[in-house]
């Protein structure tokens, strides 16, 4: 009972630092007084710290356009709410439009919208009671949408009539699938499951070990437990050839560990992932002083399954050289241990959202 007491009590403490923190912030205009922040900004981010890419190709030839729409459920796929909803919003308009003009045009063809009421009852049209445009429109939607209120209905006069009905019947279900598809997959979309990883908004710089290494911190919040996760990380900057040409987006593979191991961290709880500047990093040249002159970018990509759906997801992040601290340190963790089972932090309270401390220069 007194562990679970000052577990609370701590609860409590960071929840506190944590409101402070965010109304400084407000008050000096968005910007943090905790830790390196640049006076200026150097270079847009090609990965924001969210994960999303910030890389938009222009100047796209007809044929792109073409491809894409191909391949039109990737397309379906990656639009957003809205446009999702515009489209099938218009999809179902036109498709009803449409057969609905057919079935004007069956009726004006079969002279259904010319009979006069003296000879209703020797004429038998196609369709019970569609007499206009608009009888024919709401016909159309009754018959797509399977309705059926039961003052218009389909005779059996016309061969052109019912095969008008079987083809809107089917158009009606291939619409109906992709629509309830696209809906349920941008539901289970895995970077939806890729958000609950939280990362740490500095990097760290500080000795470990006899060796220089560079330390990130990130927790998944839900309880569900990802599977076969890898870290791997990539340095984007420009380089420059032996023959003098510029590469302006040189990437190498700078390789993260988790204790000893780079294949499947155990993603239960907050994890410190290591990065070794030794001969073979591609931060072997990096230094306190130069640090902050340089410009790079530093994408971070976790890999793994998820348990729930068994859909593969990677959760992203990105480090500007301002947000990489030389000579810091990550908080230590606290833990309220009981005989059976450990308690970690809140999801809210974890240490990656906190601003690590910093230690003397290196």
Same mark, same amino acid.
């Given at each position: 009972?007194?562990?679970? !007491?000052?577990?609370?009590?701590?609860?409590?403490?960071?929840?506190?630092?944590?409101? @402070?923190?965010?109304?400084?912030?407000?008050?000096?205009?968005?910007?943090?007084?905790?830790?390196? /922040?640049?006076?200026?900004?150097?270079?847009?981010?090609?990965?924001?710290?969210?994960?999303? #890419?910030?890389?938009?190709?222009?100047?796209?030839?007809?044929?792109?356009? =073409?491809?894409?729409?191909?391949?039109?459920?990737?397309?379906?796929?990656?639009?957003?709410?809205?446009?999702?909803?515009?489209?099938? %919003?218009?999809?179902?308009?036109?498709?009803?439009?449409?057969?609905?003009?057919?079935?004007?045009?069956?009726?004006?063809?079969?002279?259904?919208?010319?009979?006069?009421?003296?000879?209703?009852?020797?004429?038998?049209? !196609? @369709?019970?009671?569609?007499?206009?445009?608009?009888?024919? %429109?709401?016909?159309?939607?009754?018959?797509? #949408?399977?309705?059926?209120?039961?003052?218009?209905?389909?005779?059996?006069? !016309?061969?052109?009539?019912?095969? @008008?009905?079987?083809?809107?019947? =089917? !158009?009606?279900?291939?619409?109906?699938?992709?629509?309830?598809?696209?809906?349920?997959?941008?539901?289970?979309?895995?970077?939806?499951?890729?958000?609950? /990883?939280?990362?740490?908004?500095?990097?760290?710089?500080?000795?470990?070990?006899?060796?220089?290494?560079?330390?990130?911190?990130? +927790?998944?919040?839900?309880?569900? +437990?990802?599977?076969?996760?890898?870290?791997?990380?990539?340095?984007?900057?420009?380089?420059?050839?032996?023959?003098?040409?510029?590469?302006? =987006?040189?990437?190498? +593979?700078?390789?993260?560990?988790?204790?000893?191991?780079?294949? +499947?961290?155990?993603?239960?709880?907050?994890?410190?992932?290591?990065?070794?500047?030794?001969?073979?990093?591609?931060?072997?040249? &990096?230094?306190?002083? *130069? &640090?902050?002159?340089?410009? %790079?970018?530093?994408?971070?990509? &976790?890999?793994?399954?998820?348990?729930?759906?068994?859909?593969?997801?990677?959760?992203?992040?990105?480090?500007?050289?301002?947000?990489?601290?030389?000579?810091?340190?990550?908080?230590? &963790?606290?833990?309220?241990?009981?005989?059976?089972?450990?308690?970690?932090?809140?999801?809210?309270?974890?240490?990656?959202?906190? /601003?690590?401390? *910093?230690?003397?220069?290196?």
């Amino acid at each position: 009972m007194r562990e679970l !007491c000052k577990f609370w009590d701590w609860k409590l403490e960071t929840m506190m630092k944590a409101f @402070v923190e965010n109304f400084l912030q407000r008050i000096s205009g968005g910007r943090s007084q905790v830790g390196p /922040v640049s006076e200026e900004v150097t270079c847009p981010r090609l990965v924001s710290k969210d994960g999303h #890419v910030n890389i938009v190709l222009d100047n796209l030839s007809t044929q792109y356009h =073409l491809t894409m729409m191909a391949d039109m459920w990737t397309t379906i796929l990656e639009l957003g709410w809205r446009c999702k909803c515009a489209t099938f %919003f218009v999809v179902y308009l036109g498709s009803w439009l449409l057969f609905g003009l057919i079935w004007y045009a069956v009726a004006s063809i079969h002279k259904d919208l010319s009979t006069s009421n003296s000879t209703l009852q020797e004429h038998k049209p !196609c @369709v019970d009671n569609v007499k206009s445009i608009m009888g024919a %429109f709401l016909y159309s939607v009754e018959t797509q #949408v399977t309705i059926g209120y039961g003052s218009r209905a389909i005779t059996d006069n !016309c061969p052109a009539a019912m095969l @008008v009905l079987v083809l809107q019947s =089917l !158009c009606g279900l291939f619409i109906d699938a992709v629509a309830c598809g696209a809906i349920i997959a941008q539901f289970a979309m895995p970077r939806r499951r890729a958000r609950s /990883v939280r990362w740490s908004r500095y990097a760290v710089v500080a000795p470990r070990d006899d060796h220089l290494v560079l330390l990130l911190r990130f +927790v998944d919040h839900r309880r569900s +437990v990802l599977l076969g996760a890898r870290i791997s990380g990539r340095l984007i900057h420009i380089a420059h050839t032996a023959q003098g040409n510029t590469v302006v =987006l040189h990437q190498e +593979v700078v390789e993260f560990v988790v204790d000893s191991s780079s294949e +499947v961290p155990f993603v239960a709880a907050p994890i410190t992932a290591m990065h070794v500047i030794d001969g073979r990093s591609p931060l072997r040249a &990096l230094t306190s002083s *130069r &640090l902050h002159a340089s410009h %790079f970018e530093l994408v971070v990509m &976790l890999d793994s399954i998820s348990e729930t759906s068994s859909d593969t997801c990677q959760a992203r992040t990105s480090y500007l050289p301002d947000e990489i601290i030389w000579g810091g340190h990550f908080c230590p &963790l606290p833990i309220v241990a009981f005989p059976t089972v450990a308690i970690f932090p809140p999801v809210d309270a974890v240490p990656p959202d906190d /601003v690590p401390g *910093r230690h003397e220069e290196l």
